[in-house]
């Protein structure tokens, strides 16, 4: 789980210093997650140059000690009642410039704590948690190989189920049972469960549709350890493919790999796009791969930094990002290969690692 102990205080602190704030106010479930290692539905974080308070209210007591004590002890925890405005006010009643995390909080709220503190000491900030949170420390990794494991062990389950009969709901619903089974996990997103011509939709939802033989099936999935996520799509074809079909998986799977083997410290992250992408343009598929290459993934599915060509991040050792190029063709059907992988100080370590066999024999 993540947690905060004494090693974070200090990076909280030069966070104040780099926005100008003397408290920042977050109120992103996953980033009071990260900082605090709470995952209750009702709480604040006040991160002020020597302290970092959870109020919460009294429901959640018991919880919010336990959960402190277990990953954050440095972190003190304020019970308040109603939505802890009054506690705010008390605690940030010499506070200069109070930073709130525009992304994250309502109109409503940004409204209610500008006329209580002052619309001149109230700051919107962006991004500043998620700044710390895309660079894994080596704790965190080791939740996000756990979290890809009980992935690949739930998938290479239900590959032995696969066959055409079931609906893409079927399928969902049986890998969710495996991720409990294996480790009383939950997916890290909705399963994705494409078949057919369903699979030329990227982010299709499974359907009553009946898998057939001669289908595509995308499989996109992953599952949650200690609130870390895992990410990871497999292709597959029912029974012996078509030329097109076996030429989709071949082309994808060669820009994939190319991208995964392209990740290493210092790399633009548009590159790996572009990577993946010219070896799809140069098969002929290029008008087909229709999203970005990938994403950030830790505590949110998605998260820094985004794989795309447009990005501007460039690669570092703690950075998890998926590598997911894809080709979809209207009424045909489409293929995805999608791994998760971590930045290390000399190149990659694939955290998904399940075999790319697509061929499920009738
Ligand atoms: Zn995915
Ligand atoms: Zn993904």
Redesign the pocket.
């Known amino acids: 789980m993540s947690s905060a102990g004494g090693a974070r205080t200090a990076q909280l602190r030069e966070l104040l210093d780099d926005h100008g704030l003397d408290a920042l106010i977050v109120s992103a479930p996953t980033n009071i997650r990260y900082i605090t290692g709470f995952t209750g539905s009702n709480g604040t974080v006040l991160i002020r140059p020597d302290s970092v308070q959870l109020i919460t209210d009294r429901r959640y007591t018991k919880w919010a000690a336990d959960e402190i004590e277990a990953h954050a002890p440095n972190v003190d925890v304020v019970i308040a009642s109603g939505n802890g405005l009054k506690e705010l006010e008390r605690l940030l009643e010499s506070a200069g410039s109070i930073g709130l995390e525009a992304g994250h909080i309502s109109w409503t709220d940004a409204e209610s704590f500008q006329s209580e503190f002052g619309r001149e000491r109230v700051v919107a900030t962006t991004g500043a948690i998620e700044a710390l949170r895309e660079f894994k420390t080596e704790h965190e990794i080791a939740q996000l190989r756990a979290a890809a494991e009980v992935g690949d062990n739930a998938l290479t389950l239900l590959i032995d189920e696969l066959r055409p009969g079931l609906t893409e709901v079927d399928v969902a619903r049986r890998l969710a049972q495996h991720m409990f089974d294996i480790a009383g996990a939950v997916p890290s997103f909705e399963i994705i469960v494409a078949s057919g011509p369903n699979s030329a939709k990227p982010h299709h939802e499974p359907t009553d549709r009946v898998i057939q033989a001669g289908d595509l099936l995308i499989i996109?999935s992953?599952a949650t350890v200690n609130g870390y996520r895992s990410?990871m799509?497999r292709s597959f074809v029912f029974g012996p493919p078509t030329s097109q079909q076996q030429e989709m998986l071949d082309v994808v799977l060669v820009a994939q790999q190319a991208g995964v083997d392209a990740v290493r410290p210092g790399v633009g992250t548009s590159e790996i796009d572009s990577t993946c992408r010219t070896s799809i343009t140069d098969a002929g598929y290029g008008e087909y791969f229709t999203h970005g290459t990938?994403?950030g993934?830790g505590l949110d599915?998605?998260e820094a930094p985004s794989v795309s060509s447009s990005s501007t991040a460039t690669l570092a050792p703690g950075h998890i990002v998926?590598v997911?190029p894809g080709v979809y063709i209207p009424d045909v059907g489409g293929v995805r290969w999608?791994d998760?992988v971590a930045v290390t100080t000399v190149g990659a370590e694939p955290l998904t690692r399940s075999p790319k066999q697509p061929l499920i024999t009738l």
């Open positions: 996109d992953g990410d799509t990938g994403h993934v599915i998605h998926t997911e999608e998760t």
